[in-house]
């Protein structure tokens, strides 16, 4: 059981090259989650899907999209990369709704280390 | 809206102390409150949580307390060992359909032999 796997686990990008962060789940969570970790803070929430074919803002949404075609797959993609979006990211699945009540707990991926040059 | 905040960036305790986690938080709506530790290099892994009906909830070797009249919980973890060395981050949200958590900027606990 794998749980929560993005990929890549680094990369580095040019000012206005776009690239897509994968995230799949193999344990069947209608609730994912794509979060953002800059030097020293807490955990930013940019996007989330609520089950295949809905997904929804979350806090810093600007410079990224999603999608969720599948259960399984929530990818995040950069347009026009900026400095600004130099982070590590994070994906994660839940049964249900992470903070709601239900007390839902958050699984996550190992992290993709991005760079904006 | 939610503001939850860790009290200090670093913490250096002795192998074999007990290490006390402090987080504070702003809204009193707020009723569910979990803590994440976070290893070098990898994601972040559930600890415990806790209701805002509950002061207090123990796991293996943790424990959380929470006080809502001064919007405060902390995360204990007897026996400190090495492996015990992460960034910690206190997690709070209110109930509601689209309630969502929110991360305070995490701690840093390092483990002295």
């Known amino acids: 059981n794998a749980g929560v796997t993005q990929t890549p686990k680094f990369r580095i990008l040019k000012i206005g090259q776009s690239m897509t962060l994968q995230c799949a789940q193999d344990?069947?969570?209608?609730?994912m989650y794509w979060y953002r970790q800059d030097p020293g803070m807490g955990l930013k929430l940019i996007y989330y899907?609520?089950?295949?074919?809905?997904?929804d803002k979350g806090e810093v949404p600007n410079g990224y999209n999603v999608s969720r075609s599948t259960t399984e797959d929530f990818p995040l993609r950069l347009e026009l990369a900026a400095p600004s979006q130099t982070s590590v990211y994070f994906c994660?699945?839940?049964?249900?709704?992470?903070?709601?009540?239900?007390?839902?707990?958050?699984?996550f991926g190992a992290g993709s280390r991005l760079t904006v040059l | 809206g939610e503001s939850v905040g860790l009290h200090l960036p670093t913490l250096s305790v002795q192998e074999g102390d007990n290490s006390i986690i402090n987080c504070a938080y702003s809204?009193?709506?707020?009723?569910?409150f979990i803590w994440y530790k976070q290893e070098s290099g990898k994601g972040p892994q559930f600890i415990i949580d806790?209701?805002?009906?509950?002061d207090k909830r123990q796991g293996q070797r943790v424990t959380v307390l929470l006080n809502k009249t001064v919007k405060h919980l902390s995360l204990q973890i007897a026996a400190t060992q090495p492996g015990d060395s992460a960034v910690y981050f206190c997690?709070?949200?209110?109930?509601?359909?689209?309630?969502?958590?929110?991360f305070g900027k995490g701690i840093t606990l390092s483990v002295r032999p």
């Open positions: 344990m069947n969570h209608n609730y």
């Open positions: 809204n009193s709506a707020s009723d569910y």
């Open positions: 806790i209701r805002s009906n509950m």
């Open positions: 994660a699945s839940s049964d249900g709704l992470a903070g709601a009540s239900g007390a839902n707990v958050l699984t």
């Open positions: 997690a709070g949200s209110h109930t509601g359909a689209n309630s969502k958590l929110t």
């Open positions: 899907s609520v089950g295949a074919g809905i997904t």
